[in-house]
């Protein structure tokens, strides 16, 4: 490994990551500036040095081994170190600018963007960089340090991070505002099990929580249509093609105008929280600390107010 160590250098890491990337070494020499013969020699020279190795093929792509993923990793927390450090040095040199990678799973997409142009406003010098995905892409991004912090609603639990709530997230099912059991007050969960469910995708938060709901109740709900995104969903139950759990800051807009109704369920709102995250071994610069302590002092200012049916009963 001391071989190794003094061999391996960045541009050959650089040079790997391109690979897996582009899947061909091809693609690879095409995008980072040199020839095919050039990069195959360096993933060579890295495999040599390793004695494992990298890459395998799959339905011609090229395909990172256990070891590749390693060197993978170690590549992006490189890469962002040294962005780290050139945004430090030019702060040093007087330099005003910043900027943050900040991560929303897409339900907060109903309320993030205000909180941001709040905090634009008062730093309109630094840059924001959004990436808005499920769970899994901005978990992702987190864990590959593409993204400095992210507001997500359950923080990622295979790796560190440090996390602050902000906020309530409660969640509502919903219905269109001429269902049978709209208007009804406290509504028992078995009277759900006949209705037909519309339901996000399987591994979605969501999901999950439609599935504990009824499991607390001892009920085993019937499946139902599974739709990609909220605003399908939300169309759907305005359609009557069913009921919905979801997330009661997606719906703000539509039950105010009483285009969807609440139902008022006994158990609930289910009240999740609000996260802010980042990697713990990701140090924060002075933009993205402003960002964090923005976000931690002022939050939940820009979460939709509610007043949901059950708080009262259940308070």
């Not at 509504?187 to 996000?200: C, E, G």
């Not at 599974?226 to 919905?244: D, R």
């Not at 960002?291 to 007043?307: I, K, N, Q, T, Y």
Request: proline residues 6%.
């Amino acid at each position: 490994m001391n071989r190794a160590r003094r061999r391996l250098t960045l541009k050959q890491m650089r040079g790997f990551a391109a690979i897996v990337e582009h899947g061909t070494i091809t693609g690879a020499a095409a995008a980072i500036g040199v020839s095919p013969p050039a990069i195959l020699h360096q993933l060579r020279e890295i495999e040599d040095s390793l004695g494992l190795p990298l890459l395998e093929r799959s339905n011609g792509k090229a395909i990172p081994t256990e070891a590749g993923r390693e060197l993978l990793a170690t590549t992006a927390r490189i890469e962002s170190e040294i962005g780290d450090c050139l945004e430090a040095i030019a702060a040093l040199a007087g330099m005003q600018r910043g900027h943050v990678a900040i991560g929303l799973i897409s339900t907060a997409k109903y309320f993030a963007p205000s909180a941001l142009a709040a905090f634009k406003r008062a730093h309109p010098e630094i840059d924001l960089r959004l990436l808005v995905g499920n769970r899994g892409e901005t978990v992702a991004a987190l864990e590959r340090f593409e993204i400095d912090l992210a507001i997500m609603g359950r923080p990622p639990e295979h790796f560190e991070v440090t996390e602050i709530a902000i906020g309530a997230h409660p969640h509502v099912i919903i219905a269109a505002p001429d269902h049978p059991l709209a208007g009804r007050v406290a509504i028992p969960p078995a009277a759900l099990l006949d209705q037909p469910f519309v339901l996000r995708e399987p591994g979605s938060g969501t999901r999950a929580l439609v599935q504990r709901f009824f499991e607390s109740a001892g009920l085993a709900p019937a499946g139902g249509m599974e739709f990609g995104s909220n605003e399908t969903i939300k169309q759907a139950v305005i359609a009557g093609m069913g009921i919905a759990l979801i997330s009661a800051h997606t719906i703000a807009a539509e039950w105010a105008d009483r285009r969807i109704a609440i139902l008022d369920v006994v158990g609930l709102p289910i009240l999740r929280q609000w996260y802010l995250v980042r990697r713990r071994e990701k140090r924060l610069l002075p933009a993205a600390r402003a960002l964090w302590e923005h976000l931690v002092r002022e939050g939940s200012a820009f979460l939709p107010r509610l007043d949901l049916p059950g708080e009262s009963r259940d308070a």
